[in-house]
């Protein structure tokens, strides 16, 4: 008896001793609710378990990082299709291992060619509706999958989409949290046509635990996998789509489902204290994170400390400044001509950080310059390779607009256009709206350092900026940066119009002190919290030195970061 009470109160004391060293360590940085994933072969992170173990066993079987990431992606628009699915559209950024660069893709579908302003004002609409026909855009995803594959792929399409067809088929049990929100949207969704018949088995919405197919969905990936890019924009496919959103009121046709096509462009970056921090330019809303980058560089971040009211204010003035050109400048370029040095230099940042002042500002303007709810996850194999790939449908799962036997929703990204003619994001046909998805990524010395994201409409950015804060200022390993508090800004102006008069509301997630809270108040902030706003998180970190892969899964989501 003695013997196992001695061993009991060192197992007390051992276990002790680490929380008081876990607990020492919070007052610096954050709380980990896990350890990083190490591995050397290849890692892969998403937010569905079995999508990350899909996304491996393609590794393992000799698929490469781009192979991998589609076959993941494919499971989630499966099990997760309140966040993602090929009624969407993809942006991704790929460090090539063979060319030693990073490539970014735009994937994002266009506006119908019958679809403008002057069309729904003669309608008696002025604002774009959130759900409904009106506000989808052609899906871009699959296109987007198709250009990886081509570009780098080095696995068939019918052993990459294999997986996601057997488990449509067969069925797979819902987690926790994909089954709140699937219940959510059951509650919105549920007397849209289709929704029942393929998200609401038995007449019940989907909650955890139980096992959910999609065999309409496993058709149409076969047929993808067979035919590729015709087979999603072309024949059968695009004809359902086009003839039920037209039934439904919409204007979509098939020559604009025919017609999209994607863009390989060159990401953009900044230099943050050594590190070059990517995003992809816009029309997403990457860059913010690029501007908020390069106003918080001016001050010392690693002097202050991990959620102290200077940090926060700083951080949330100089959101505040990004999201004021965000409103005005960010859009389709094929429409505008955008000045995205000037936002992104140095200088500007200069300029636009001396506006700052201890006390929080109710409103800022743009600058003047001369005109010029989603998935994250990442992949990276033995060769080096890197995804960074973000996609999703907007506002959860969509638009309501569920084609017939095609076993996936529609996205409503169209609801991000402005009504204001002039705006540089106005609607107009054929165009890209504004994009709240954006893939991040990080080199050092041009070198692959992290690939990483941060899921959630606007919290993207400012959560892009964490991230990076955190890992280089705060000195935070990769779990931690992600699981560390964040904060959250709401009340910007809009690409879509309106303007910040009040000075908004800063949400703060659990964990920071009431003594932060009482000091930001002082300085004229309205502080409160907001569940489940704070973005899910993903990253692959690659160790040039031990030459290994490390890998981080968001602890507020379902996910799971795992490698061989």
């Given at each position: 008896?003695?013997?196992?009470?001695?061993?009991?109160?060192?197992?007390?004391?051992?276990?002790?001793?680490?929380?008081?060293?876990?607990?020492?360590?919070?007052?610096?940085?954050?709380?980990?609710?896990?350890?990083?994933?190490l591995?050397?072969?290849g890692?892969?992170?998403?937010?569905?378990?079995?999508?990350?173990?899909?996304?491996?066993?393609?590794?393992?079987?000799?698929?490469?990082?781009?192979?991998?990431?589609?076959?993941?992606?494919?499971?989630?628009?499966?099990?997760?299709?309140?966040?993602?699915?090929?009624?969407?559209?993809?942006?991704?950024?790929?460090?090539s291992?063979?060319?030693?660069?990073?490539?970014g893709?735009?994937a994002s579908g266009?506006?119908?060619e019958?679809?403008s302003?002057?069309?729904?004002?003669?309608?008696?609409?002025?604002?774009i509706?959130?759900?409904?026909?009106i506000?989808?855009?052609?899906?871009?995803?699959?296109d987007?999958?198709?250009?990886?594959?081509?570009?780098?792929?080095?696995m068939?399409?019918?052993?990459?989409?294999?997986?996601?067809?057997?488990?449509?088929?067969?069925?797979?049990?819902?987690?926790?949290?994909?089954?709140?929100?699937?219940?959510?949207?059951?509650?919105r969704?549920?007397?849209?046509p289709?929704?029942?018949?393929?998200?609401?088995p038995?007449?019940?919405?989907?909650?955890?635990?139980?096992?959910?197919?999609?065999?309409?969905?496993?058709?149409?990936y076969?047929?993808?996998a067979?035919?590729?890019?015709?087979?999603?924009?072309?024949?059968?496919?695009?004809?359902?789509?086009?003839?039920?959103?037209?039934?439904?009121?919409?204007?979509?046709?098939?020559?604009d489902?025919?017609?999209?096509?994607s863009?390989?462009?060159e990401?953009?970056?900044?230099?943050y204290r050594?590190?070059?921090?990517?995003?992809?330019?816009?029309?997403?809303?990457?860059?913010?994170?690029?501007?908020?980058?390069?106003?918080?560089?001016?001050?010392?971040?690693?002097?202050?400390?991990?959620?102290?009211p200077?940090?926060?204010?700083?951080?949330?003035?100089?959101?505040?400044?990004?999201?004021?050109?965000r409103a005005?400048?960010?859009?389709?370029?094929?429409?505008n001509?955008l000045?995205?040095?000037?936002?992104?230099?140095k200088?500007?940042?200069?300029?636009?950080k001396?506006?700052?002042?201890?006390r929080?500002a109710?409103?800022?303007?743009?600058?003047?310059l001369?005109?010029?709810?989603t998935?994250?996850?990442?992949?990276?194999?033995?060769?080096?390779?890197?995804?960074?790939?973000?996609?999703?449908n907007?506002?959860?799962?969509g638009?309501?607009?569920?084609p017939?036997?095609?076993?996936?929703?529609?996205?409503?990204?169209?609801e991000?256009?402005?009504?204001?003619?002039?705006?540089?994001?106005?609607?107009?046909?054929?165009?890209?709206?504004f994009?709240t998805?954006?893939?991040?990524f990080?080199?050092?010395?041009?070198?692959?350092?992290?690939?990483?994201?941060?899921?959630?409409?606007?919290?993207?950015?400012?959560?892009?900026?964490?991230?990076?804060?955190?890992?280089?200022?705060?000195?935070?390993?990769?779990q931690?940066?992600?699981?560390?508090?964040r904060m959250q800004?709401?009340?910007?102006?809009?690409p879509?119009?309106?303007?910040?008069?009040?000075?908004?509301?800063?949400?703060?997630?659990?964990?920071?002190?009431?003594?932060?809270?009482?000091?930001?108040m002082?300085?004229?902030?309205?502080v409160?919290?907001?569940?489940?706003?704070?973005g899910?998180?993903?990253?692959?970190?690659?160790?040039?030195?031990?030459?290994?892969?490390?890998?981080?899964?968001?602890?507020?989501?379902?996910?799971?970061?795992?490698?061989?």
């Amino acid at each position: 008896m003695k013997k196992v009470l001695y061993h009991f109160l060192i197992l007390f004391l051992l276990t002790n001793t680490t929380i008081l060293l876990a607990q020492d360590r919070v007052t610096e940085s954050a709380t980990a609710t896990r350890s990083e994933v190490l591995s050397q072969n290849g890692m892969v992170a998403t937010s569905h378990p079995l999508a990350t173990q899909i996304g491996l066993d393609i590794l393992k079987d000799g698929g490469n990082a781009i192979d991998a990431a589609i076959a993941a992606n494919a499971t989630l628009g499966l099990m997760e299709p309140t966040g993602c699915g090929i009624g969407g559209d993809l942006f991704a950024i790929i460090w090539s291992a063979k060319d030693q660069q990073l490539y970014g893709l735009n994937a994002s579908g266009r506006s119908p060619e019958k679809l403008s302003i002057d069309f729904l004002k003669s309608k008696g609409i002025d604002k774009i509706p959130a759900y409904g026909p009106i506000p989808v855009t052609v899906p871009g995803c699959v296109d987007g999958w198709m250009e990886m594959h081509q570009k780098f792929g080095s696995m068939d399409l019918p052993t990459i989409f294999e997986p996601a067809i057997q488990y449509a088929n067969n069925g797979f049990p819902v987690t926790e949290l994909i089954g709140y929100y699937l219940t959510l949207s059951s509650k919105r969704f549920k007397d849209y046509p289709n929704f029942a018949s393929t998200y609401m088995p038995n007449g019940k919405p989907l909650e955890k635990g139980m096992v959910f197919k999609n065999p309409a969905l496993a058709k149409t990936y076969q047929k993808i996998a067979k035919e590729g890019r015709k087979g999603f924009y072309s024949g059968e496919t695009a004809q359902i789509i086009a003839t039920f959103l037209q039934e439904q009121g919409g204007v979509m046709t098939v020559q604009d489902l025919k017609s999209h096509t994607s863009e390989w462009l060159e990401p953009v970056s900044t230099n943050y204290r050594g590190y070059d921090v990517w995003e992809l330019p816009p029309n997403g809303q990457g860059i913010a994170a690029l501007q908020i980058l390069n106003m918080m560089e001016q001050y010392d971040v690693a002097e202050m400390d991990f959620g102290s009211p200077d940090y926060i204010h700083y951080f949330i003035e100089a959101k505040k400044l990004a999201f004021e050109d965000r409103a005005k400048y960010y859009a389709d370029p094929a429409f505008n001509n955008l000045p995205i040095e000037q936002l992104i230099s140095k200088e500007y940042a200069r300029e636009r950080k001396a506006l700052i002042s201890e006390r929080s500002a109710r409103t800022y303007d743009a600058g003047k310059l001369e005109q010029g709810n989603t998935i994250y996850m990442t992949v990276a194999d033995k060769d080096g390779n890197m995804v960074s790939l973000i996609q999703s449908n907007y506002r959860g799962m969509g638009s309501g607009m569920i084609p017939p036997d095609l076993g996936f929703m529609l996205q409503d990204r169209g609801e991000l256009f402005s009504m204001e003619k002039g705006h540089y994001n106005a609607l107009e046909p054929n165009k890209r709206p504004f994009h709240t998805i954006i893939p991040a990524f990080i080199t050092k010395d041009g070198k692959p350092w992290v690939s990483f994201g941060l899921m959630g409409g606007a919290m993207q950015p400012q959560g892009h900026a964490q991230i990076v804060m955190n890992l280089i200022d705060f000195n935070m390993n990769l779990q931690e940066a992600g699981d560390a508090p964040r904060m959250q800004h709401t009340g910007s102006s809009e690409p879509t119009g309106g303007k910040m008069t009040d000075g908004g509301r800063v949400l703060l997630e659990t964990g920071f002190s009431y003594e932060t809270i009482r000091a930001l108040m002082r300085k004229g902030h309205k502080v409160g919290y907001g569940l489940g706003s704070y973005g899910g998180y993903q990253a692959i970190m690659w160790d040039a030195e031990n030459k290994v892969y490390y890998g981080a899964s968001e602890s507020r989501k379902d996910g799971q970061a795992a490698g061989y």
